[in-house]
């Protein structure tokens, strides 16, 4: 079984930062790679941003573009979600989300979710 655990949510006020973290565990052969999605009230789920494991590469949304950074900690099966110049339009719940590899010999690959954390940034 695999968990992810989120953290870092939070109130701010437009312009400002917040930080979040999301902790991989559990059975895990291979992180292929994880993200983070956002979800507004009465909005569809989205991509905010996504980190492969094999190449690094990293992908963002447009409207993130310039202002969030995704970046990894491989020992630790952790990501972050570095956001900077919080508009009240990022307010959502942002979700963890993870490609993982649980089980090598019988090919187990699953997408896995955290809980989610709420941003909610005031003008």
């Known amino acids: 079984q695999v968990q992810l655990v989120e953290s870092g949510g939070g109130l701010v006020q437009a312009g400002g930062s917040l930080r979040l973290s999301c902790a991989a565990s559990g059975t895990i052969v291979r992180i292929n790679a994880m993200g983070w999605y956002r979800q507004a009230p009465r909005n569809k789920r989205e991509l905010v941003a996504i980190i492969t494991t094999s190449a690094g590469i990293t992908n963002y949304a447009e409207s993130v573009k310039g202002r969030f950074t995704i970046s990894r900690d491989y020992a630790k099966n952790t990501v972050y979600l570095q956001m900077n110049s919080l508009k009240p339009e990022d307010t959502a719940v942002y979700y963890c989300?993870?490609?993982?590899?649980?089980?090598?010999?019988?090919?187990?690959?699953?997408?896995?979710w955290g809980r989610g954390t709420q941003v909610t940034v005031s003008s």
């Open positions: 989300n993870a490609d993982i590899t649980t089980d090598w010999a019988k090919g187990r690959r699953e997408d896995y």
